[in-house]
């Protein structure tokens, strides 16, 4: 393949003091030692959606706002995805749900993995994220990285990094391996069916 895999990998808060940053940020290091793709970090800071209320689903219509047009373009730039995300209430964040409303094409025929953190590492969150974008044509990949509750108070309150964990470290490598496996097949077949 000439080109390099291009992979995002989505922070899905963007209250204070969010946890997922810095999992993101250490997710993005891990990745960028790799040579078959290359990695960027999507912060849903940067896009500021207002709720989703347009009168048509992206499915059939694109959303021409500037926010919702530079989100998209952000989103389709990419070939796979690495979902950060945490379990808020047994699923997703509100904002991260919200984004997401706002695609179809942009992910259609994708692949994505996950990275999930919460007090049983984030694997209800995971559960409701796969079925999201499941509807988005979305394909999700069996291998993902949950940080549970011993990890994330070793993080808060001991001062350890991800480091310390490497269960959590060697999770990360099949995840990103099956990844770039589906990223550069799905992308031949969507290149032939243009």
């Known amino acids: 393949m000439a080109d390099k895999l291009k992979i995002g990998i989505i922070l899905s808060t963007t209250r204070e003091g969010r946890l997922g940053e810095g999992i993101g940020r250490w997710a993005l290091e891990l990745a960028r030692k790799r040579s078959d793709a290359t990695f ?35 989103i389709d730039a990419f070939d796979g995805y690495v979902f950060v995300t945490a379990e808020y209430n047994h699923s997703i964040t509100g904002v991260l749900k919200n984004a997401l409303d706002y695609l179809y094409p942009e992910v259609r025929r994708k692949p994505a993995t996950f990275i999930g953190y919460g007090a049983v590492g984030g694997v209800r969150a995971v559960e409701h994220l796969r079925n999201i974008l499941a509807e988005l044509q979305v394909a999700t990949l069996r291998f993902a990285v949950h940080i549970g509750k011993s ?3 070793g993080l808060v309150r001991e001062g350890k990094t991800l480091a310390d964990y490497p269960d959590t470290v060697a999770a990360l490598t099949p995840a990103l391996d099956e990844l770039l496996w589906w990223a550069e097949t799905l992308k031949a077949g969507r290149e032939r069916a243009a």
């Open 40 to 74: 960027e970090l999507v912060d849903l800071r940067d896009h500021p959606l207002p709720f989703f209320e347009a009168k048509m689903s992206p499915a059939r219509s694109p959303i021409d706002t500037p926010t919702a047009k530079r989100w998209s373009e952000t």
């Open 151 to 153: 990890e994330i108070l």
